[in-house]
């Protein structure tokens, strides 16, 4: 769990949640929504309310071949001092997001950034080029894009935090910490 190396006196701090998923357009839309509510509440927490880092960052993977899994991992750079209670506050707003779910002021703000992203993505080359790569790739539909926006709509929140539920209720968990090599 714990790595050593380097100088300096930053450290660096992975947790890594993941689990099975079946893959689908609205499962996707449903962990998109959780990417964007947890990288909300993770700059809230971490950077405003405890002061510890700058930038937490929430990645996720979705795949479909050869098992269907997903993997969120959040990653932050901190005072190694601080990392045992930033963790601890991560698990804490993790926790939250499975008894709680997404809340309507965070589902709005991913419903607009997402029709907002669609729009932008429409109009690009290089979008359509990997869209239609990824798509062969994984054996999906062409047209798939065409129908996100009637998907997004369609999605409400009870529906979504339901998901939420019963998807994070798997316990796969890592973390990893870089420290600097103790003298």
Known sequence: RDLHMGQG???????????????????????????????????ERLRKQESGVYSPSVQLTKAKKPLGFYALVISF????????????????????????????????????????????????????????????????????FAGHNDRLAQVNLKKLNAYLRKILRQENEIIVTLKPEEK
């Open 77 to 144: 750079d901190c005072d190694p001092s601080r990392e045992e209670d930033l963790i601890a506050a991560v698990r804490e707003e993790w926790g939250k997001m499975r008894k709680e779910g997404i809340s309507l002021e965070e589902w709005t703000k991913f419903m607009a950034e997402e029709q907002r992203a669609h729009e932008l993505q429409e109009k690009s080359n290089q979008f359509w080029l990997g869209y239609l790569k990824g798509q062969l790739d994984k054996g999906e539909a062409l047209d798939e």
């Open 9 to 43: 006196d930053k450290g660096t701090v992975q947790l890594v949640f993941s689990g099975k998923y079946a893959y689908s357009a609205t499962n996707n839309i449903y962990m998109d929504a959780l990417k964007a509510a947890l990288e909300l509440r993770l700059t």
